[in-house]
């Protein structure tokens, strides 16, 4: 592995080679097919469990703030934000969902304190800092090496005379405080066990947002932005923070996986319901799901009224909700 601060090793400088070769084949091919087998089996032979580069996660969508920043990415993360970061970055901005991070940076521009339940490595954490360096940003990760990677990204975006306004957090959002069993996986993690969390197991911490940002706390903003994307758990989210969510009426993006959210006990319905019942309208990001790792230029805002028949059998998809949608009214179809 070579860290910013170490000089690459030939095997290193050798690996990244190959890698800008992988790069420019999948930027190239019409193959959806040579693009799976350059990025898992080969990619997984190739550079094994100790290769990581420093990518630069570009953004020229915003007027102010900085136009990107940098991230490091990781040969062993078996996940398609780690992938889509590490072979797209050099030729398309924001490569991984790409209309959701550029919403994300729009409204960023506006916020004083966000919270990011499931940050990852860090990425939309890094988007809001980059746009609005004054902004207070909660990054929540509780897998414990995927939090020491959330670290170290925040460390190499902070100036070295000055500090960074993302703070990060070892620790899952849920509905009640406490510890419980999360199983882990190289890319991600979840309350539940399946046949990709096969990383190990662990008891985590878990904090409620209305615990965080009750009148006794010392945080000085409510939050005025919520990202969640915990693997079916957002409802969970939802009831731990509604005190809090009544007060900020902040505006929340979340991942809706229908299959995930079923196998944590919930569905679609009932966090569609938590988020109606508290005044939000909601939307649907209308992003790229179908495949990461193509230089498509579609970065226009879009956001669709939600029906829930749309989303139950999807994948994934990432939905919007808001107690003000005429602020957004320019990005909404039909309106």
């Known amino acids: 592995m070579a860290s910013s601060t170490e000089k690459p090793s030939v095997q290193h400088r050798l690996l990244k080679m190959a890698r800008v070769c992988m790069s420019f084949l999948i930027r190239i091919s019409p193959s959806e097919k040579l693009t799976d087998i350059l990025v898992w089996p080969i990619s997984k032979r190739l550079f094994g469990k100790n290769y990581s580069e420093i990518v ?15 991230m490091e990415v990781y040969g062993d993360m078996e996940d398609m934000v780690n992938k889509t970061l590490m072979f797209m970055s050099g030729y398309k901005e924001l490569s991984w969902e ?13 916020t004083k304190c966000a919270i990011d339940a499931g940050s990852h490595i860090g990425y939309y954490p890094l988007i809001i800092s980059s746009v609005n360096p004054k902004a207070l940003v909660y990054a929540f990760e509780p897998n414990p090496k995927t939090y020491e990677r959330l670290v170290k990204n925040i460390v190499i975006n902070t100036p070295v005379s000055g500090s960074s306004n993302v703070y990060p957090v070892a620790a899952a959002l849920g509905d009640i405080s406490g510890e419980q069993k999360m199983y882990f996986d190289f890319g991600q993690s979840s309350f539940v066990e399946s046949a990709r969390t096969h990383a190990g197991e662990g008891m985590v911490t878990i904090k409620t947002i209305d615990e965080l940002f009750s009148d006794s706390s010392e945080t000085v903003f409510l939050p005025d932005l919520m990202i969640f994307d915990a693997e079916g758990f957002e409802p969970n989210i939802l009831k731990g923070g509604l005190q809090t969510i009544a007060k900020a009426k902040p505006n929340i993006i979340f991942e809706i996986n229908p299959k995930a959210l079923r196998s944590a006990g919930s569905s679609v ?13 909601i939307f649907i990001i209308d992003d790229d799901y179908t495949h990461g790792l193509t230089v498509k230029s579609g970065l226009e805002i879009s956001l669709s009224p939600y029906e829930e028949s749309n989303v139950e059998n999807v994948s994934f998809v990432n939905a919007f909700a808001t107690i003000d949608p005429n602020r957004f009214v320019s990005y909404i179809k039909n309106s």
């Open 98 to 110: 790409p209309v959701t991070a550029r919403f994300v940076a729009l409204i960023a521009e506006e």
């Open 56 to 70: 630069r996660v570009k953004n020229t969508s915003v007027e102010k703030g900085q136009r990107g920043f940098s």
């Open 269 to 281: 319905a009932e966090l569609f319901d938590i988020l109606l019942t508290n005044g939000y309208s």
